[in-house]
């Protein structure tokens, strides 16, 4: 499969090219640096330009099969209009490519899955991170007012650590506390959806299971199928 990768060089994107590479996809890593990407792997091709410039998008997705955005604001805590603009570019630039299957990365708490979140995670969203959650859910709710086969992935709180499997799916995910899940295994779950077209129109958010590893488990009918919004999430197992 040949994917184009945008935020290739941030802490999730890196999971998502390592993982294709490992499965024999061809990658081409759209990053702004190229230098940041290292010496890449064999099937790699470094692409520079701006996840917001539709003509550079345009060029770089031609001839893909799917596009998957990791693109982050790291530590920020602006959001810049980043993802309303990029999701903008990212849907003109695919369909002048042709490009028909979008994975696109947002957080828990953002549109209606800020109704499923703890009492704890709706005051660090409501306040520390209200600028980005105000246009990350601009940018999700034009994804899923597109044409594409689009999955749109939910985690909640980030982590470095190791990949643990630890992601189910399911139509809402109830919170307690401020629950985490590895960047790693978010990105496998990113990278499975790239190639799973039986995802599309299903939106995903993920935690750890507690005292053990959930099994996977996807949620119920979503999106156009549904007749309703397009919502489901990811859940530890029993």
Request: proline share 6%.
């Amino acid at each position: 499969m040949k994917l184009l990768i945008l935020g290739a060089t941030g802490p999730t994107g890196r999971h998502v090219v390592d993982l294709a590479v490992r499965s024999g996809d061809s990658v081409t890593a759209f990053v702004r640096n190229p230098a940041a990407l290292g010496d890449p792997a064999e099937r790699v091709t470094p692409v520079t330009g701006d996840a917001t410039s539709h003509r550079d998008l345009a060029a770089a997705a031609a001839g893909h099969d799917a596009i998957v955005s990791a693109l982050g604001r790291g530590n920020s805590v602006r959001a810049d209009g980043l993802f309303t603009r990029a999701s903008a570019a990212v849907l003109g630039a695919a369909e002048e490519a042709g490009v028909s299957r979008l994975v696109w990365l947002s957080s828990f708490g953002v549109g209606t899955t800020f109704d499923w979140s703890s009492t704890t995670q709706k005051l660090i969203y409501s306040t520390l991170l209200r600028s980005i959650y105000a246009d990350k859910e601009i940018a999700d709710e034009s994804i899923r007012s597109s044409g594409l086969d689009w999955t749109v992935v939910y985690p909640t709180r980030l982590t470095h650590g190791p990949a643990k499997g630890t992601c189910g799916a399911g139509d809402r995910l109830p919170m307690k506390g401020n629950p985490t899940i590895s960047r790693a295994d978010v990105a496998a779950f990113m990278h499975r959806a790239a190639h799973s077209g039986d995802r599309t129109r299903r939106l995903r958010q993920g935690r750890p299971r507690e005292g053990g590893l959930p099994r996977h488990r996807l949620g119920g009918p979503a999106g156009r199928a549904a007749g309703g919004a397009p919502e489901a999430g990811l859940r530890p197992g029993p």
